[in-house]
Nanobody, 117 residues
Framework: QVQLVESGGGLVQAGGSLRLSCAAS????????MGWFRQAPGKEREFVAS????????YYTDSVKGRFTISRDNAKNTVSLQMNSLKFEDTAVYYC??????????WGQGTQVTVSS
């Protein structure tokens, strides 16, 4: 089992920045990839970014490229998402997730990010 706890959400004006963190515990060695997803009201959950524990290889959805940066601290078992130049459409509940062999098997409880226009 992997436990994930997000923090760092909040209310910010458009153009501002927020940093989300995800603390992972449990069998973290069983997964290779960590990711962030988001779900806006009335919409399906969507992928935002991912990073591999080992090499730190990253991948982003097009809408956040150049604005968001995902990083990891292997020693602390944390994954962060630095969000800059936030837009109103970035408003959503953000979830941390861990990929285990075949799927995104573990999820955090989510943290709300609200961007005011």
């Amino acid at each position: 089992q992997v436990q994930l706890v997000e923090s760092g959400g909040g209310l910010v004006q458009a153009g501002g920045s927020l940093r989300l963190s995800c603390a992972a515990s449990g069998r973290t060695f069983s997964n290779n990839v960590m990711g962030w997803f988001r779900q806006a009201p009335g919409k399906e959950r969507e992928f935002v970014a991912s990073i591999t524990w080992s090499r730190g290889s990253t991948y982003y959805t097009d809408s956040v490229k150049g604005r968001f940066t995902i990083s990891r601290d292997n020693a602390k078992n944390t994954v962060s998402l630095q969000m800059n130049s936030l837009k109103f459409e970035d408003t959503a509940v953000y979830y941390c997730a861990a990929h285990d062999v075949t799927s995104w098997a573990y999820w955090g409880q989510g943290t709300q990010v609200t961007v005011s226009s």
